[in-house]
């Protein structure tokens, strides 16, 4: 079963940047899609941007613009560059890969906290 690990969290002012990873055990990005998802408290977990195959992207509204999903085939790690932070990006970021019910477990996740 395929372990995501993400990293790259932290505290930021409204208007920085942040660039978080996810380091993937396997091999899987040719195979399948990737995407991040966030937490915030009280909400449901929803996904922000994901990557096709084939290196397709796309964004949810709130995020489009400001966010860059990317990958690194030869090193299993994707990347969420995070920019022009609004307070309402806070939430704990987490990658998975997709159609979900093949990779039904989850990291620890990565917290991100926008706030002056």
């Known amino acids: 079963q395929v372990q995501f690990v993400e990293s790259g969290g932290g505290l930021v002012q409204p208007g920085g940047s942040l660039r978080l990873s996810c380091a993937a055990s396997?091999?899987?990005?040719?195979?399948?899609?990737m995407a991040w998802y966030r937490q915030a408290p009280g909400n449901l977990r929803e996904s922000v941007a994901r990557?096709?195959?084939?290196?397709?992207?796309n964004y949810a509204d709130a995020v489009k613009g400001r966010f860059t999903i990317s990958r690194d085939t030869a090193n299993n790690t994707v990347y969420l560059q995070m920019n022009s932070l609004k307070p309402e990006d806070t939430a704990v970021y987490y990658c998975?890969?997709?159609?979900?019910?093949?990779?039904?477990?989850w990291g620890q996740g990565t917290q991100v906290t926008v706030s002056s």
């Open positions: 998975n890969g997709e159609p979900r019910a093949l990779f039904p477990s």
């Open positions: 396997g091999s899987i990005f040719r195979r399948y899609r």
């Open positions: 990557i096709e195959i084939s290196g397709s992207t």
